[in-house]
């Protein structure tokens, strides 16, 4: 109800007339109240948003612009914002200045300073700064963005780093502020900056598009507006929902991890366990639409879903093809396999996706797969296919136990029948004189011969056939 009173307010005042500032104060205002009254959203905890503001005080912006400074209009605009913006919760705001130490010339490109610095209820000192700047020299950008990273230096689990950068000129110190910004970005120290300009010439503007967003105000009124812009879209998160289709093209698939990363810097953004809601639809999360990511849906093998672009105030749906069915390999063999587990690879590649537990289901993506169980002999499988929402059994044959007694410790070896060519299975160990091994049904032959027999003759060939459940037992004197 408190949000629809709100509302309500501020249509009134729409409708009588109320300039653009004090609706965009309103709105800065609801904002705050829904962010700290969704009771619903709580599972998504609400971040900070830390915004540093860089602001040009070179000797350029003692250039008029109309009827005023530049200056002035940067500086008056900024400042009714910074009256808005410490009236809304989970934002903070800091202030980076450069061009107002020294003047030109000399060109002093080490002229930027972190003048107020992060903090709780700081807005009356950035106005305080404001206020009292004379341009004096030049514009170095690229070396007062490498200091954001120390500006941002104090630990924050869950802030959104924001730049906004307000100059009049390009780069006036050799640096490349593309470079910088893009490293930031990498590092994972800010998202995207903004950059509004103040009058630049469109043949200039170019050169910031890859330092962030650029915004190119040409009068004081344009300046005002965009400056509401990139605050809003630096505040506003979005929703979004993520359709992991099964084979129909149906989103059903769900209760598997997903990981959403910074496409940009490769930074791990959330880990989230996909969820159907209680009306079997997937559920809403929260992304920031200042980030494009990339989608890891963790199935086996897994899914991924590149260059996700999120917009603003829109509710974004992403879709992952991500059909299953399960599989599961069931033995009564009880102790003789306990702890075994069997590999899982598509068919055809090397790569192990999975060892699995036996009589133990798992979800794999719908296709063929490789399976082999470390089982005497190992028990290879190919082309198993997993199909949609279906459970693939496979049956391991209960298996014997063959009791070896041997006189004395020799060398031997077991192998299994395989049509008329014989497979190894297993080396009995050379120091023992019993041995007991779990063998899978079937025809086999021990090849032995005593340590102490120095001639081939004394080697001993002896078949012996498997049966499930039962035990065999070869005594070589």
Same mark, same amino acid.
């Given at each position: 109800?408190?949000?629809?009173?709100?509302?309500?307010?501020?249509?009134?005042?729409?409708?009588?007339?109320?300039?653009?500032?004090?609706?965009?104060?309103?709105?800065?205002?609801?904002?705050?109240?829904?962010?700290?009254?969704?009771?619903?959203?709580?599972?998504?905890? +609400?971040?900070?948003?830390?915004?540093?503001?860089?602001?040009?005080? *070179?000797?350029?912006?003692?250039?008029?612009?109309?009827?005023?400074?530049?200056?002035?209009?940067?500086?008056?605009?900024?400042?009714?914002?910074?009256? *808005?913006?410490?009236?809304?919760?989970?934002?903070?705001?800091?202030?980076?200045?450069?061009?107002?130490? #020294?003047?030109?010339?000399?060109?002093?490109?080490?002229?930027?300073?972190?003048?107020?610095?992060?903090?709780?209820?700081?807005?009356?000192?950035?106005?305080?700064?404001?206020?009292?700047?004379?341009?004096? /020299?030049?514009?170095?950008?690229?070396?007062? %963005?490498?200091?954001?990273?120390?500006?941002?230096?104090?630990?924050?689990?869950?802030?959104?780093?924001?730049?906004?950068?307000?100059?009049?000129?390009?780069?006036?110190?050799?640096?490349?502020?593309?470079?910088?910004?893009?490293?930031?970005?990498?590092?994972?120290?800010?998202?995207?900056?903004?950059?509004?300009?103040?009058?630049? !010439?469109?043949?200039?503007? &170019? *050169?910031?598009?890859?330092?962030?967003?650029?915004?190119?105000?040409?009068?004081?009124?344009?300046?005002?507006?965009?400056?509401?812009?990139?605050?809003?879209?630096? %505040?506003?998160?979005?929703?979004?929902?993520?359709?992991?289709?099964?084979?129909? /093209?149906?989103?059903?698939?769900?209760?598997?991890?997903?990981?959403?990363? !910074?496409?940009? #810097?490769?930074?791990?953004? $959330?880990?989230?366990? $996909?969820?159907?809601?209680?009306?079997?639809?997937?559920?809403?999360?929260?992304?920031?639409?200042?980030?494009?990511?990339?989608?890891?849906?963790?199935? =086996?093998?897994? +899914?991924?879903?590149?260059?996700?672009?999120?917009?603003?105030?829109? $509710?974004?749906?992403?879709?992952?093809?991500?059909?299953?069915?399960?599989?599961?390999?069931?033995?009564?063999?009880?102790?003789?396999?306990?702890?075994?587990?069997?590999?899982?690879?598509? @068919?055809?590649? @090397?790569?192990?996706?999975?060892?699995?537990?036996?009589?133990?289901?798992?979800?794999?993506?719908?296709?063929?797969? !490789?399976?082999?169980?470390?089982?005497?002999?190992? %028990?290879?499988?190919?082309?198993?296919?997993? &199909?949609? @929402? $279906?459970?693939?059994?496979?049956? =391991?044959?209960?298996?014997? =136990?063959?009791? =070896?007694?041997?006189? #004395?410790?020799?060398?031997?070896?077991?192998?299994?029948?395989?049509? #008329?060519?014989?497979?190894?299975?297993?080396?009995?160990?050379?120091?023992?004189? @019993?041995?007991?091994?779990?063998?899978?049904?079937?025809?086999?032959?021990?090849?032995?011969?005593?340590?102490?027999?120095?001639?081939?003759?004394?080697?001993?060939?002896?078949?012996?056939?498997?049966?499930? /459940? *039962?035990?065999?037992?070869?005594?070589?004197?």
């Amino acid at each position: 109800m408190q949000m629809k009173k709100l509302f309500i307010l501020l249509r009134a005042r729409i409708l009588e007339g109320i300039n653009r500032f004090s609706i965009f104060f309103i709105i800065l205002f609801c904002y705050s109240i829904f962010l700290s009254g969704q009771e619903v959203k709580k599972k998504f905890e +609400v971040a900070v948003t830390r915004i540093l503001f860089v602001f040009d005080a *070179s000797y350029s912006m003692e250039a008029f612009w109309g009827t005023e400074k530049r200056i002035t209009i940067a500086r008056n605009t900024l400042i009714a914002m910074i009256d *808005s913006l410490e009236k809304v919760e989970n934002i903070e705001m800091a202030l980076r200045v450069y061009g107002h130490q #020294s003047p030109v010339p000399p060109q002093d490109c080490n002229d930027t300073k972190l003048e107020v610095p992060f903090g709780k209820n700081n807005a009356p000192a950035i106005r305080q700064k404001l206020r009292f700047l004379n341009p004096k /020299g030049t514009t170095p950008i690229a070396n007062t %963005l490498k200091y954001v990273a120390s500006d941002f230096a104090k630990p924050c689990d869950n802030c959104r780093n924001v730049v906004i950068l307000i100059t009049d000129g390009l780069e006036e110190c050799k640096g490349d502020p593309c470079e910088v910004s893009q490293e930031l970005q990498k590092r994972g120290i800010i998202l995207k900056p903004f950059i509004i300009g103040i009058g630049i !010439d469109e043949n200039f503007s &170019r *050169s910031f598009e890859c330092v962030g967003r650029f915004y190119n105000a040409m009068n004081n009124e344009q300046f005002n507006e965009v400056l509401h812009v990139v605050i809003t879209q630096a %505040l506003n998160s979005t929703t979004a929902q993520v359709n992991l289709l099964d084979t129909y /093209g149906r989103p059903t698939e769900t209760d598997v991890n997903m990981t959403f990363f !910074d496409n940009f #810097s490769g930074n791990i953004m $959330h880990n989230y366990i $996909h969820t159907l809601n209680y009306n079997g639809y997937p559920d809403t999360i929260v992304l920031d639409p200042l980030v494009r990511y990339r989608l890891r849906v963790n199935t =086996i093998p897994p +899914v991924e879903v590149d260059d996700i672009r999120v917009e603003s105030g829109k $509710h974004t749906l992403i879709a992952a093809k991500t059909p299953q069915g399960m599989l599961i390999a069931k033995t009564t063999a009880g102790n003789q396999y306990r702890g075994i587990k069997f590999a899982v690879r598509q @068919s055809g590649k @090397s790569e192990t996706l999975n060892f699995q537990e036996l009589n133990q289901v798992e979800r794999y993506l719908t296709g063929k797969y !490789d399976i082999e169980i470390p089982v005497l002999p190992p %028990l290879i499988l190919k082309d198993v296919e997993i &199909r949609q @929402s $279906h459970t693939t059994t496979i049956e =391991i044959p209960l298996p014997g =136990i063959v009791n =070896i007694l041997t006189a #004395s410790p020799g060398v031997g070896s077991i192998y299994v029948k395989d049509g #008329s060519a014989l497979k190894w299975v297993y080396n009995t160990n050379p120091d023992a004189t @019993s041995e007991s091994v779990t063998l899978l049904p079937g025809n086999y032959v021990l090849v032995f011969r005593p340590k102490n027999a120095r001639q081939t003759f004394y080697s001993v060939s002896k078949p012996f056939t498997i049966r499930s /459940g *039962s035990a065999e037992s070869i005594k070589l004197n």
